[in-house]
Antibody, heavy 118, light 110 residues
Framework: EVQLVQSGAEVKKPGESLKISCKGSGYNFDTYWIAWVRQMPGKGLEWVGIIYPGDSDTSYSPSFQGQVTISADKSISTAYLQWSSLKASDTAIYYC???????????WGQGTLVTVSS | FMLTQPHSVSESPGKTVTVSCTRSSGSIASNFVQWFRQRPGSSPTTVIYEDNKRPSGVPDRFSGSIDSSSNSASLTISGLQTDDEADYYCHSYDSSNHEVFGGGTRLTVL
């Protein structure tokens, strides 16, 4: 069974750094793209960026380029989303999702709530 | 590019509703469109992929189409049930590997 299990909720202060994770199981982690999707409170889905764990090729939405870093450690089947200096506006639920070549995302993590507040 | 959806739609049980998704630039036919359903407190799930295909478990009351003349995609749900109430998002991508979700449509089944 394919599963994406994300790390738990985080509460951080503005300016702090953070790295959240998404661990895949039940499939060959190296060979499927993993995307990150943001959902701000009461708002819609926003595509953040994507990584191919096999060679760490990444692509970012222009809106998020330079604001976050996506990485992966294929030895432990885990993808990451990190911030070097959080802002209150980063408060959101972040989902990881596995992508098919056609563009579909049939598998999603449960979401990680990130709260940034002073 | 952007994908524009109506903010909300509503219809009565048993009726048919259509949600539109208009692509701002580039051809809607150039890249597949997906539709995701999100219920409160849950992760999104696919109801339509590759423009018009249904995953197993999604009833045939759900259908997807694209219209090149209006550069838009549509999700149609027939025989509406109260359980269909949710937020629906279209999604597509471009040749630069940039992907976009539509703003989402809140479906209310009155």
């Amino acid at each position: 069974e394919v599963q994406l299990v994300q790390s738990g909720a985080e509460v951080k202060k503005p300016g702090e750094s953070l790295k959240i994770s998404c661990k895949g199981s039940g499939y060959n982690f190296d060979t499927y793209w993993i995307a990150w999707v943001r959902q701000m409170p009461g708002k819609g889905l926003e595509w953040v960026g994507i990584i191919y764990p096999g060679d760490s090729d990444t692509s970012y939405s222009p809106s998020f380029q330079g604001q976050v870093t996506i990485s992966a450690d294929k030895s432990i089947s885990t993808a990451y989303l990190q911030w070097s200096s959080l802002k209150a506006s980063d408060t959101a639920i972040y989902y990881c999702a596995r992508r098919y070549s056609s563009g579909d995302y049939p598998y999603w993590g449960q979401g990680t709530l990130v709260t940034v507040s002073s | 590019f952007m994908l524009t959806q109506p903010h909300s739609v509503s219809e009565s049980p048993g009726k048919t509703v259509t949600v539109s998704c208009t692509r701002s630039s580039g051809s809607i036919a150039s890249n597949f469109v997906q539709w995701f359903r999100q219920r409160p407190g849950s992760s999104p799930t696919t109801v339509i992929y590759e423009d018009n295909k249904r995953p197993s478990g999604v009833p045939d009351r759900f259908s997807g189409s694209i219209d090149s003349s209006s550069n838009s995609a549509s999700l149609t749900i027939s025989g509406l049930q109260t359980d269909d109430e949710a937020d629906y998002y279209c999604h597509s991508y471009d040749s630069s590997n940039h992907e976009v979700f539509g703003g989402g449509t809140r479906l209310t089944v009155l």
